[in-house]
Antibody, heavy 121, light 109 residues
Framework: EALLVQSGTEVKKAGESLKISCRNS????????IAWVRQKPGEGLEWMGIIYPGDSDIRYSPSFQGLVTISADKSISTAFLQWTSLKASDNAMYYC??????????????WGQGTLVSVSA | SYVLTQPPSVSVAPGKTATITCGEY??????VHWYQQKPGQAPVLVVFYDTDRPSGIPERFSGSNSGNTATLTISRVEAGDEADYYCQVWDSSSAHPLVFGTGTKVTVL
């Protein structure tokens, strides 16, 4: 069974760069989609982007295109989400989630515990 | 843009039925998944591919999808069902591949 472990809480200043991670264990990392989801305090879930590590197919939400970069390192079964210049509006909890199958319509049945990103102005 | 519209809140008495809708034009042509999120926790999948339930999810949770509306139904509601619920569509072949609904807060009276 898949297990997703995310990197820990980050406290940063506006303008700084950041890369958070989502390590997968218990299944074939390359064969399942991994999504990144943002949740601002008191708000709903927002899809940021998704990657298929097997062929590095990456799709971004139009709302996040150009603002973040999604990547994966198959050698360490880890997906990443990175910013080059954080803003105060990036304050949020960030989740990774993996699909139940390799299908392009798969539900996301395993979620990481979340990474809290706090950005001060 | 593709937006999945949910009612902001639903209130239900224990033992009654809660109905949560997820609306978008022709959503019946897509596969809809539903997630439950309790405060301070990551989302949990409760219904997938419109009507299926993951193992461990009570039969009280059921789904349907037709026309312009997908629906999550919680029968015999319990206090532990109080949470936020989100619908989701994911289709890698779509111009808008992945979308979450706006979310519904279910309050058990």
């Amino acid at each position: 069974e898949a297990l997703l472990v995310q990197s820990g809480t980050e406290v940063k200043k506006a303008g700084e760069s950041l890369k958070i991670s989502c390590r997968n264990s218990g299944y074939s990392f390359s064969d399942f989609w991994i999504a990144w989801v943002r949740q601002k305090p008191g708000e709903g879930l927002e899809w940021m982007g998704i990657i298929y590590p097997g062929d590095s197919d990456i799709r971004y939400s139009p709302s996040f295109q150009g603002l973040v970069t999604i990547s994966a390192d198959k050698s360490i079964s880890t997906a990443f989400l990175q910013w080059t210049s954080l803003k105060a509006s990036d304050n949020a909890m960030y989740y990774c989630a993996t699909g139940a199958t390799a299908s392009g319509t798969t539900p996301f049945d395993h979620w990481g515990q979340g990474t809290l990103v706090s950005v001060s102005a | 843009s593709y937006v999945l519209t949910q009612p902001p809140s639903v209130s239900v008495a224990p033992g009654k039925t809660a109905t949560i809708t997820c609306g978008e034009y022709n959503i019946g042509d897509k596969s809809v998944h539903w997630y439950q999120q309790k405060p301070g926790q990551a989302p949990v999948l409760v219904v997938f591919y419109d009507t299926d339930r993951p193992s461990g999810i009570p039969e009280r949770f059921s789904g349907s999808n037709s026309g312009n509306t997908a629906t999550l139904t919680i029968s015999r509601v319990e206090a532990g069902d109080e949470a936020d619920y989100y619908c989701q569509v994911w289709d890698s072949s779509s111009a808008h591949p992945l979308v979450f609904g706006t979310g519904t807060k279910v309050t058990v009276l």
